[in-house]
Each structure stands twice: as C-alpha cells, then as structure tokens.
C-alpha cells in the first residue's frame, strides 16, 4: 500500500526482496506509528532475527519473511556440491522455522519452498527455484488480500461506519490486509466511509498500526477506546463490524482473534449490526473440533499494566499506569461462535461459518488438512 | 477505609474536617496510585481551587468536600456583623459552586448547608451550625454507603469471582464507596472472593484507583483489559457484576455510567451472570424521562490517545501511543437500559430498576424531585 514520508507517496509492501542486494526488505513495525523504515536483513540470521524480535509480525507476513528467508540463505550458497548445499538448507531451514516456534505459517512457507526446491538438480537450479517459490508464496498472499478486497468491498456503501478491531491490515501480510481489504477495495471504487478503530489493549495495535495505515491511505478514522463501541452501537453509528482471525475452526465456524473480537460480536447481534471476519484460506484449522480446544496465550501483565508510547520530547517509553502493588490478568485472544458471525470473507467469495465444512474441498482442506 | 503508609495501618477517610485548624483534609487523588498523601486545604479558596483541578472527584466525595468548604469560609469570618457575614457567605458560597460547574452534588450539599444556617441568630451560632451542618452531609455519605454495603454483601458469596468497572470506590465518596461497599462489608463477614477490575480506558480509573483500594483494603483482584471480561464469562469466570453509576433515572431504571459499563450489562446479560449496580439516592434523577436525554460528555481525544503512568525511573509522564496522525473519539459515558439490571443496591434496600418509580415518596423524590 501507500506510504507518505516527507510528502513523497512511494508503495510498499511488509516484506520484500532484492535478489541483487540478496536481502530481505522489512517495514520495521516496532517504530510504528511514530517512525517508518524500511529495513534491509543481510542474512538468513538477520532475516529470522527480525521475525523472532517482532520487527515484522501478523501471519502472512511471516509466512512471506522465511519464505524469502530461505531463498536468501539458499542464493547465499558458494559452489556446486548439491551435497554441501542441502545440508546447509537443513541450518537455514531449522534456524527459520525456530524463529516464531508457535507460529503455524512459516512452517507452511518453508515447506512450500523445500518442496519446489526439491525439483532442482543442481544447487543453481534448486537457487532459482527456491527465489521462485518464496516469490509465488508473496504473491499468493497479495493475491488472495486482493481477492478478499473484491469480495468484501460490496459489504461498503458509501457513508457507512464500519468498525474494526486490532490489526488485520497491510502489516499483517505482504500487502492490502484482510480486515482492511474490503476498505481499500471500496475506497479504490470512490466510496467515502468511516471507520472507527478499536484501541485494542492491552497492546494497542488498532490506535498504533490500523490508524497508522488508514491515515497512509487517507481514509477517514477516528480511534475509540474500546470500551465505546456499545455506546456507537446503540446512537446507530456503526452499520459494519470486519475483523480478521488468527484461527478460524473448519468444523464449526468458530473464530479466535485478538481478545476483545467477541465482546464486539456479542454488541453487534444485540444491535442487529451485520458482524464479519476476513480470513486467507490458510488460517482455516480444518483438525479442531471445539472453539474450546483453541490454546490462549495468556501473556505477560506488563502489558495490561502499562502502555508503551512517545514522551513529549520524543522519547519511547514505557510507562507503569495501574497500581503498583496489583497484578493483571491477560489473554491474548478470545473465540467468536459461529452464530455471532454474519459472514467470512475469503478469497473464494464470502460464507456462512456453518458453511465452511460443507465447502471444504473448494476451500483447500484437500491440500493443507 | 485502611491505607498502609510504610508499614502503617490507618483509616482515612477521602474528605475530612480538622476544626482545631479549619482546614479540610483531602486524599491527593491525582497522586494515586503511585503515590499517597493527605493535604490541608487552609482557606475556603483553596477547597474549592481543590475541587476544580481534581484533588478529590467522585460524587459523594465532591459533594462533602464544598459542605466543608463553606463550613471552613464561614469559620474564617472575625466579628459579629450578621450583614457582613452573610455578604462574605455569599462570596464563599459562589466559589465554592462554581469550581465544578456541571456537578449537582456540590449544589446539594452547599444547599444543605446553607439551610441548616438559617436558623442561627448570631454569626457564632451560624458558624457552629455550617460545621454540624457539614459534619452531617459526610455522616449521611458514609451512612448510605455503608447501608448499600450491608444490603449488597448477599450478593457475594465465598469463592465468587466479582467484576467491577471504573471506580465507584470509598474514593469517590467520604469512605466506603458504592459499588465497592458490598466488597468491604461481604469481606468484613469474613467471605474470600476475587474481583476483577475493567482497566477502564480511557482514564485507566479501575487499574489505578479501583485495583489502589483494593490493594489497601487486601482483597483478591486482577486488572484486566476492558477487552477481556467476555472472555472470562465464556469461560464461566465471572459470576456477577457490580458497578456504580452518576446518574439512574428513576422513571425508566436506565444508568448513566463510565463508558464500556453497557458493554458489560450486554454481556452479563449473555452468559446469565446478574449486573447490579450500587447508588447513593442523591444520584437519582427524577425528572429525566429517557435515557437519550442524558447529556454524554465528550472529552479530550488526548485521554484516547496515550496514556498517564510512571517511567522506568519514577517520572510522570503523559505517552502518545497512537499514531500521531489519527484523531479519537472519547464518549465519557454510556447508558445501561433498564432491562439488562437485575438489580440497583440503595442504602433503602435492592430494587429491579423499575421498581423505582413506584417507590419514589420512600426513596426520596418528596425531598429531592
């Protein structure tokens, strides 16, 4: 998507590479909002690094980071000895996959690479083939956030209030977003909407990196805390809720997302505000029976305790809000049951959660279940 | 209630009157949680210089904070010139009611005062009857307070898990508080339960004020994001609200709160877990005949927007967390409908929320309405 520095609009995408330079070109996400910078990861290391310290997260994103990880670590390759060679993508492979031990893409990403690899006969031909295929899975991502957008952007008429929470945009993927597809979908067709953003505490990715990029985009957006959107509900200012999943239940249409994602599902029915969640086919958990069965990350309380910002001389720092001598409680994502959800966005058109199962062979469990 | 000052147990009240010295005695709020201290308000302007900049908010507490500041401007007055005293009571009186201009509670109290005056022949016997005047608007708090706490303590149970929004605390009254007063009197029978405590976004009242009584008070408790108590009630976790309010009408039963309060009673509502809240009578309105007429102030985006807390190394500081370029939209409160209370705690017992209007004579709409 677009991004303005010092009044110069260049488009970016999260992750990137130059096969010249042989590095990995990152958005590094821990200076959002207050700083954008395009980092360049030199190695292999330097690229896993990056996906383990955070520098980029959201799960397309990192599917594409060791993609290109690997490729780089492949292309970084001195010689001929194919022997030499698979066992140096053995290091690359394990040290990538380690990164974001939890993670379920990367695993995916690296997979896919290895396997196109596996064609080559000679270590140049498994090189190309390893650029190739961490290329394709980029574009796969763009293509199918740009499916989503086309899909989604008819749910968007112009003058809606459309609601989001956390962060399923651009930064999440290589480009475009699942939550935020269907905005910059309608914006591109001229609709004029609003979209209020989730704070989303305790780690405030919707004040900090959604409204970073809906001001890029130069769509109209106010945040709110998130203790306010019942109160938009019920004035009739909100017409739409989209947000994304982290895990979305084949079986039973149930939907894991950042903590909060329910409480909003639960206001929209009650508001009769139709509710949405946009998904890649990947985050589809054809296995799980049960919403229940979904581990939540309970993290650490420092977050719910304090905020990290910027002081009025610049400074980022973290500050301690709650009471010294009290602990906090803090889950990292909430489930959302079927019956709550309006619909899901997908590249292959948008269903019914219940619908899921029936579809599955369309919806690609043949190929990753 | 007790607060622990190096080791040191002492009951404090929020407001309270040293008549050897005439100086009203205030919790410095805006020091809270990171730091506790009593200061001495000298003169009448200095009590009512208090109120404004937030020293003490709360309603009760406000209200008791103006009784004793006229009391304390009266006191001040040398001589016996009944003209001159009134005249310099009407100056008292004015600045008193203008320090905070929307509150009716300081106009109550300053009210109360001023009648119980009027019966005194001498400027000694007004000035005497300003100070029991106002010692008895306190009484009547902590009295009412203590009522809600003996009628709500039913309602906690050993083992449960209660949830709590913003701070309706003994620190917005003179001592106990009201949606807190069933906490202090079920634990005082002994009981051990947990409470939660909604962060509160914006102004972060439950992690700091709420979790900073608690704490004093050692009860059980665990901050949590204002996003999370959906989860906790899907998880059977939290087995029944309490909250308070600043104003409950009584012809509809609907409660004006802090923001993200409905949020809550939707969601209680939900998972069958009973939302009480817990009221002075004075906050009562009669006249009001529906809810969307309650005025909902709109504050400062800069409360969105970051934060307030404490460095690393002790320094208060304000942090911008959001993107610099966005905006906020910050709705102070919201309003609960009737049907989603089970029930209001009054220091005359519990009541549905419509039931009140039946009760009216008994609960105070001959006095007040």
Redesign the interface.
Same mark, same amino acid.
């Given at each position: 998507m677009n991004v303005t520095v010092r009044g110069r609009t260049r488009h970016y995408r999260t992750v990137a590479f130059d096969a010249g330079a042989n590095t990995v070109l990152l958005i590094e996400q821990r200076l959002?909002?207050?700083e954008f910078k395009i980092v360049a990861m030199p190695d292999y290391r330097a690229t896993a690094r990056a996906i383990k310290d955070m520098v980029v997260r959201g799960a397309g994103a990192i599917g594409a980071t060791a993609a290109y990880g690997l490729a780089q670590g492949a292309r970084a390759f001195r010689g001929g000895d194919l022997k030499k060679f698979l066992r140096h993508i053995g290091v690359v492979h394990r040290t990538l996959k380690s990164a974001r031990p939890t993670a379920v893409d990367p695993v995916n990403a690296l997979n896919q690479v290895l396997a196109a690899m596996a064609g080559g006969k000679t270590v140049e031909e498994q090189q190309a083939m390893a650029l190739a295929a961490a290329e394709e899975f980029a574009e796969h991502d763009v293509r199918d956030c740009d499916a989503i957008g086309r899909h989604g952007a008819k749910l968007i008429r112009a003058g809606m209030n459309v609601l989001t929470h956390c962060n399923a945009g651009w930064l999440a993927f290589v480009d475009i977003g699942s939550a935020t597809a269907p905005m910059y979908a309608a914006q591109a067709r001229g609709r004029k909407f609003h979209v209020?953003?989730d704070?989303?505490?305790?780690r405030?990715q919707g004040? %900090?990196l959604t409204?970073?990029e809906?001001?890029q985009q130069k769509i109209s957006?106010?945040?709110? #805390?998130? &203790? /306010?959107?019942?109160?938009?509900m019920?004035r009739g200012k909100i017409d739409l809720v989209i947000v994304g999943s982290d895990r979305t239940l084949g079986r039973t249409g149930e939907v894991a997302n950042?903590?909060?994602t329910?409480?909003k599902a639960?206001?929209a029915r009650?508001h009769g505000v139709p509710f949405y969640v946009a998904i890649p086919l990947s985050t589809i958990d054809w296995k799980l029976k049960s919403g229940l069965d979904i581990p939540?990350e309970e993290r650490n309380e420092s977050e719910?305790?304090?905020?990290?910002?910027? %002081?009025?001389k610049g400074r980022r720092?973290?500050?301690?809000?709650?009471?010294?001598?009290?602990? #906090?409680? &803090? /889950?990292g994502f909430?489930?959302t049951p079927a019956e709550l959800i309006t619909g899901i966005i997908t590249p292959a058109g948008i269903f019914k959660p219940e619908e899921l199962w029936n579809r599955r062979r369309e919806l690609g469990l043949a190929t990753t279940g």
């Open positions: 959002l909002p207050h209020y953003c704070e989303t505490r305790p405030s004040a %900090t409204a970073w809906l001001a957006h106010q945040i709110i #805390a998130d &203790n /306010a959107a019942g109160h938009l019920q950042k903590i909060g329910y409480t639960v206001l009650r939540i719910v305790l304090g905020a990290w910002g910027v %002081t009025a720092e973290y500050v301690r809000v709650a009471n010294p001598g009290s602990g #906090a409680f &803090n /889950a909430d489930v």
